[in-house]
């Protein structure tokens, strides 16, 4: 097995997941930065992919993590990010794209489960994403986080060494 063959790019994403209909899969979708991968994302990732037959992580790519998490993000660039994710035997596949939110990327999965943290409720949850999954017949789940597992407590961990 070549984990680097589970990073697919934005243009093979619908031949992909044209493939997991044809086969009747059902399709868990999660989307994060996973920036420095910690206990917390691995159990998550776990939990997201026992609700499916296959996960894919639509991962966002830089220009996107520095919008959402500022200067000094990301620590590691999307292709390292996409591919210690791609390595997880838990993760089916792994598709960057560019955009700030998911809402394009999920137009193009259409999960038939997003999975979205702990952290978020339905009504907290990108309204538009929720719709655009909705929409193709997808339904939203929240898995709760690993208590004091993030990227952020580990980087001011990190900075006080």
């Known amino acids: ?6 990073i697919i790019s934005w243009e093979q994403l619908p031949a992909w997941r044209a493939q997991m ?4 899969k059902t399709l ?3 989307n994060g930065c996973f920036d420095l991968l910690h206990l917390g994302h691995v ?25 959402l998490k500022g200067a000094g993000r990301p620590v590691n660039c999307e292709t390292d990010r996409a591919a210690v994710l791609a390595a997880l035997e ?5 598709c960057v794209f560019k955009e700030r939110t998911a809402t394009l990327f999920l137009s193009q999965a259409r999960p038939d489960i997003y999975v979205k943290g702990g ?7 990108n309204q538009e994403e929720r719709r655009t999954v909705e929409q193709s017949g997808g339904k939203v789940v929240l898995i709760p986080f690993v208590p004091g597992k993030s990227t952020t407590a ?8």
Do not use: P, Q, W
């Open 28 to 30: 868990v979708v999660t």
């Open 154 to 161: 580990l980087l001011e961990k990190i900075s006080r060494l």
């Open 119 to 125: 952290d978020y409720t339905l009504g907290t949850v």
């Open 1 to 6: 097995m070549n984990f680097r063959d589970k």
């Open 90 to 94: 838990s993760v089916s596949a792994v």
């Open 43 to 67: 159990t998550y990732l776990e939990n997201a992919r026992n609700l499916g037959d296959a996960l894919l992580v639509g991962l966002n790519g830089d220009e996107g993590v520095r919008e």
């Open 21 to 24: 209909r044809a086969r009747e």
